[in-house]
């Protein structure tokens, strides 16, 4: 892989890498088995779905520097999943089509997520699109129906823009 680890502790774990086709499958594997070892198993779909949505923007959005740093951080109560990318152009939730094959993805990670958001950086050098997983110790955790069963999921294409609180669009990744 031509990516890197870029850092990786007991709670935060960090991979830079080219966001191509074939290099979001060994992402998407990278964080099931961060996961997996942080014994946060209930939260691999949700996480591994919205990582790989906000990966396929990168790619297909991005100029042709498609590098970008994928981040997970795992506090007590939750993980937040961010990617950081070179393009400062900001996504944009959209209402897709019923017959759309693509238009989903910020409404898919509202629909699987806590909380989501995004900022450019301060010099113009970039973007970080960020959304929190809760994690909850000693319970089985309660995490969307990713079958398509889950109201917020089969109503995607009516999806409105998701109301962020004050500052969230400031959300956690630094």
């Known amino acids: 892989m031509t990516g890197r680890a870029a850092a990786r502790s007991r709670t935060h774990c960090a991979v830079e890498f080219n966001a191509l086709p074939s290099r979001i499958g060994q992402v998407r594997r990278i964080v099931t088995a961060q996961l997996h070892h942080w014994r946060l198993d209930p939260l691999i779909d949700a996480a591994a779905l ?23 951080v795992y506090l007590r109560d939750r993980l937040t999943v961010s990617v950081r990318d070179h393009d400062p152009r900001l996504p944009r939730l959209r209402a897709a089509q019923s017959t759309a094959t693509n238009g989903r993805g910020l409404a898919l990670i509202a629909a699987v997520s806590d909380s989501w958001g995004m900022r450019a950086q301060h010099d113009g050098s970039g973007k970080v699109v960020w959304f929190t997983l809760p994690v909850v110790l000693g319970t089985p955790l309660q995490c969307a129906d990713l079958t398509g069963k ?25």
């Open 50 to 72: 919205g990582v790989t949505e906000l990966l396929t923007n990168v790619h297909r959005h991005t100029g042709p520097d498609k590098h970008c740093t994928v981040e997970l």
């Open 150 to 174: 889950t109201p917020a999921l089969t109503a995607l294409t009516a999806a409105a823009p998701m109301p962020l609180a004050p500052g969230d669009d400031e959300g956690p990744p630094a």
